[in-house]
């Protein structure tokens, strides 16, 4: 059990991220679950890069095991892209919320989908 | 609710899935082929005491290129699509006056979280941190400020100049590698030094400072982009 405790804790991450992504209809609540739900793909590689006795890779006379550096260098990478989308996301959320009013995604589909409605009727009266 | 069902159920069968992948993972005993290679020609190759960072900025270092460039595109994209809202700039009414604590502490705080910052990316190749991390600790000195006095407005052209200061020379550097190193980005055009000095690993220690300077920069202005905003759109609620 207490060996696991790392991959239990990425499961649950996993699982609770990817739900609000798809159950909750805020768009801000969606990046959030969006960020838990990279947070759990970080320990899916950086957890099992973890040699059995082996320290952080960083290079030291006292220690000759360390443990694996390329997942580190993966996981670098993924962050910052992570936190270059999530910045993006939000500043998207932003302009909607300026322009909608709202940032839930139900009143955003019934405001576009009276404008439509709303176009095809003075279409038809031109017609 | 049956949408809830739905994604309920879903969500269980894919974490269902990785729970199986995970369980039957055993740890390895040794490193992979290409950890190891790594791991044994860092030090006499580089003379960086930290791999990762070795490999961030020497043997990948057109991929870390790469990654400033992809975050630099994100902060600009932030800044286009907030710029198209209309920019009244004046201040909301009703906002919850900041407390004395964070005001006072900010100005204490701010200065000290912008030298933990320099640290951590100076350090990069001898300790845990670097560029990126070093970059985001100086962002969140900006973003206390922010906090402290949310209608504080920075100055975009000296963001900008850092910025595009730091992503300038870290190009040059990559070219003067190609001239009189082996390679693109080949950190070998200053002297590596002993293993665990500050002044090591050759052009490693420089090419993250100017990383962190430009992270930090980046990020900031993604937070500055964000807070200008607030003021128009508190107004309508």
Known sequence: ?127 | MVKRFIALVLVLAVGGLFAVLLATYAPDAELNQTARYYAQRTAQDLGAANIVTAIIVTYRGLDTLGEVTVLFLAATIVGLVLSQGGQSGTPARGRVPVGELLTTGSRYLAPLILLLGVYVFVNGHLTPGGGFQGGAIIASGTLLLLLADPLRRFGHRLIAAVESVAGVVYVLIGLLGLILAGGFLDNRILPTGALGALFSAGAIPLIYVLIGLKVGAEVSSMLVSLAETDAETREEA
């Open chain 1, 1 to 127: 059990m207490i060996e696991h405790f790392s991959y239990i804790v990425t499961v649950f991450l996993m699982i609770a991220g990817l739900y609000i992504v798809i159950a909750r209809g805020n768009l801000i609540k969606k990046l959030v679950g969006l960020s838990i739900f990279q947070t759990s793909v970080y320990l899916l590689y950086l957890a099992p890069g973890k040699l059995l006795g082996g320290t952080a890779p960083i290079l030291a006379p006292a220690y000759g095991v360390y443990s694996n550096p390329l997942p580190h260098v993966l996981i670098l990478t993924a962050i910052v892209v992570g936190v270059a989308t999530l910045a993006l996301g939000l500043a998207l959320a932003v302009r909607i919320r300026e322009v909608y009013g709202t940032i839930e995604e139900d009143e955003i589909l019934a405001l576009d989908h009276r404008i439509e409605e709303a176009e095809e009727q003075g279409e038809e009266r031109r017609a």
